[in-house]
């Protein structure tokens, strides 16, 4: 973990968090908010999406209800997550929430990192991008998201697996080299995985969803591509094969 990461880690919980409060120690909240199953975006800033998303964690633990974060609730929180407890029914509201979309079938990254579906997608595509969502910023964690679904992070095939299996597409967390014979042969019309036996990523409706990079952008979605050399290329079975042009992703 970067030390910047881990002093952040070892802040959090030292003071009362609320609006409008900026900081490390506030992504860190954000981070664990999500991974207890409540998407929030890693920015730093506890403004009114963040107190409402405290408001619904303290509503379903049995706390005062007043959007802050003190000692107390940072401790029940991180311990929660640790021990792999999630929001009750978190799977299913998670992907049936309106999400915003944008026309035609290209993807977009949103200021906030997040990945905007194309209103032209399948249900499939949205739901992955809708569970990406969910951790794209979240830290990089070997091994994160392959003993359980809810980490504390995520390596990059953890990631795939994790929004793969949010979609539907996946019942049990691969490494990078199961995803080397997972799904059908070549290019996807919609989601393209690449892997090979160090590293795994996939392309969903023209944006790279990648470890690699997460780090700088604060978001695992990317707008460029990657060389592909060296990397087994498939796409989810009943996605179909790719038989037009490939997508490319653009940012807001």
């Not at 019309?189 to 990648?210: C, I, K, P, Q």
């Amino acid at each position: 973990m970067p030390v910047a990461e881990a002093a952040a880690e070892r802040s959090f919980g030292s003071r009362t968090l609320a609006r409008p409060m900026k900081g490390p120690d506030v992504r860190v909240l954000q981070r664990l908010l999500t991974a207890w199953g409540l998407p929030t975006a890693a920015d730093g800033h506890f403004g009114r999406h963040t107190r409402r998303q405290v408001r619904a964690w303290e509503a379903s633990n049995a706390r005062r209800v007043d959007g802050r974060v003190g000692i107390r609730e940072a401790a029940r929180l991180r311990a929660a997550v640790e021990s792999g407890e999630r929001a009750p029914n978190a799977e299913t509201e998670a992907l049936s929430a309106p999400e915003r979309s944008v026309p035609g079938e290209r993807a977009r990254i949103g200021s906030d990192g997040l990945a905007i579906a194309p209103a032209g997608a399948p249900q499939a595509v949205k739901a992955i991008i809708a569970a990406g969502n969910e951790i794209h910023a979240m830290p990089y964690k070997y091994g994160g998201g392959h003993g359980r679904w809810k980490d504390t992070g995520y390596d990059c095939s953890g990631s795939m697996s994790y929004a793969l299996h949010r979609a539907g597409l996946l019942e049990r967390a691969m490494n990078s080299t199961g995803f080397m014979s997972w799904g059908g042969a070549g290019k996807g019309e919609w989601v393209t995985t690449y892997a090979n036996a160090g590293h795994s990523y996939m392309v969903v409706a023209g944006l790279r969803f990648d470890t690699s990079g997460r780090a700088a952008a604060n978001t695992r979605w990317h707008p460029d591509m990657r060389s592909a050399r060296g990397y087994t290329v498939r796409h989810p079975a009943g996605l179909g094969a790719a038989s037009r042009r490939a997508l490319t992703g653009t940012t807001l």
